[in-house]
């Protein structure tokens, strides 16, 4: 079970499921949020980007081509860059083949429906605002959705959403828009910066191999800006061994393709 995201972590770091139980199931797919809930996962992880028309597309890359038929469907269109796409030309790709045959079908999800699928799971979210600098005004638009669908209303904005993103402008725009949701700047910024973060982001979510105990304990001995003492969730770490070492020194969230195996090392530790 999973302690609150909010509060101290005295029976460990949650796990979080990143782009879904992405070593199992097609990355950022409405079924690998889906495995992750099969595997008694709470919190997931995913990335959002927009299509040419607007749409608020879930997809890690920049371009379609990784993790789609893009290049089949759309040979002439190189380099396939999410944001030459409309969202009708998105929804007709196969986002699971490349994975295995037996996922073939798959789509591609849009905001709406990721959103959706996480509130039907009872599940929580790190959001992630992947390349804000393609997108400018990406983080309005995001915040605009998210509130048409009811997920910044008091319970799921405290408990189940955090919005993160590599660039500390963008985390920043989402602060000042909604200071009311958690933020994590993705990253491992210098001890000495970190009180400067700590004004606009709850959390300050690292490589697992830029961190130390002493690195946790700087940013616990920090207070975000709700209050809260800071927090780090560490990623993207798949053997359980590391993910133990981790927890001891203080992580308070794992973000792991294997979602699974690592929830069962942190419980068992
Ligand atoms: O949530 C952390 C992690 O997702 C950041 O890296 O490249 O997997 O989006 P990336
Ligand atoms: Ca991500």
């Known amino acids: 079970a999973s302690a609150e995201a909010d509060t101290p972590h005295p029976r460990g770091p949650i796990t979080v499921a990143h782009r879904g139980a992405s070593a199992a199931v097609p990355e950022n797919t409405l079924a690998a949020i889906d495995e992750a809930r099969d595997m008694g996962i709470d919190w997931v992880e995913n990335d959002v980007q927009r299509a040419k028309d607007g749409e608020l597309v879930i997809m890690h890359d920049d371009t379609l081509a990784r993790t789609t038929d893009v290049e089949q469907k759309f040979p002439d269109r190189a380099p396939w860059k999410v944001a030459d796409f409309t969202w009708k030309e998105i929804s007709t790709l196969d986002a699971g083949s490349w994975k295995g045959p037996e996922f073939a079908g798959l789509k591609v999800p849009n905001l709406e429906q ?127 061994a590391r993910a133990v070492e981790l927890a001891k020194w203080g992580a308070d969230g794992i973000i792991t393709n294997k979602p699974d195996e690592i929830a069962k090392a942190l419980a068992a530790a």
């Open 114 to 240: 990721y959103m959706n699928r996480v509130e039907h799971n009872d599940q929580r979210l790190v959001l992630e605002i992947k390349k804000p600098e393609l997108y400018p005004g990406i983080e309005a638009e995001t915040l605009k959705e998210l509130r048409g669908l009811g997920w910044l209303d008091r319970t799921h904005v405290s408990r189940k959403l955090v919005i993160q993103a590599f660039s500390a402008d963008s985390v920043k725009k989402v602060h000042a828009l909604r200071p009311d949701i958690k933020t994590g700047f993705l990253g491992t910024p210098p001890v000495a910066e970190l009180p400067q973060y700590a004004t606009f982001a709850d959390q300050i979510n690292s490589n697992h191999g830029t961190v130390s105990a002493d690195y946790y304990k700087a940013i616990h001995a920090l207070t975000g800006p709700h209050g809260r003492r800071l927090e780090n969730y560490t990623w993207t770490v798949d053997d359980p």
